[in-house]
């Protein structure tokens, strides 16, 4: 976009989603008015929907350490314990969980895989949130 203004007024929207459904509008919004967008959209647009998983999981950060998903669950996580070992037990799961209250999980080292394998991964871990975390 040539409108420096428009750009940062939509980076902010986005960054500010609390769920898929407001990255998606806001997404439906940007093809709409400029028609399809570069690969750089997407990419930015598959970052804010994880921001706003993380957000809705209560996790603290998200990090990729080459081909393993690193999420921090703090000191004092949001998630129920016994539903995130049953994730973790689960034969073939890939999770696990260390001492420091970070989950990791196994994911592609290529960006275009990885943003929407860590997407699902999100996905999945919210099926196990004691309460839905609105956004800070």
Do not use: C
Request: no cysteine.
């Amino acid at each position: 976009l040539p409108d420096t203004g428009l750009r940062l007024g939509l980076y902010k929207r986005l960054s500010r989603a609390e769920d898929l459904d407001e990255t998606g509008a806001i997404f439906e919004e940007i093809v709409d008015r400029f028609g399809p967008p570069p690969a750089e959209v997407l990419t930015l647009v598959r970052a804010m929907e994880i921001k706003a998983l993380a957000r809705q999981a209560g996790v603290r950060t998200v990090e990729r350490n080459k081909a393993r998903l690193l999420l921090d669950l703090g000191q004092e996580p949001r998630l129920d314990p016994e539903r995130v070992l049953s994730l973790i037990d689960r034969p073939l799961s890939g999770w696990r969980l260390s001492g420091e209250m970070v989950l990791s999980l196994a994911v592609p080292e290529e960006e275009e895989a990885a943003l929407p394998a860590i997407r699902e991964a999100l996905r999945e871990l919210l099926g196990h949130a004691t309460e839905p975390v609105g956004l800070v």
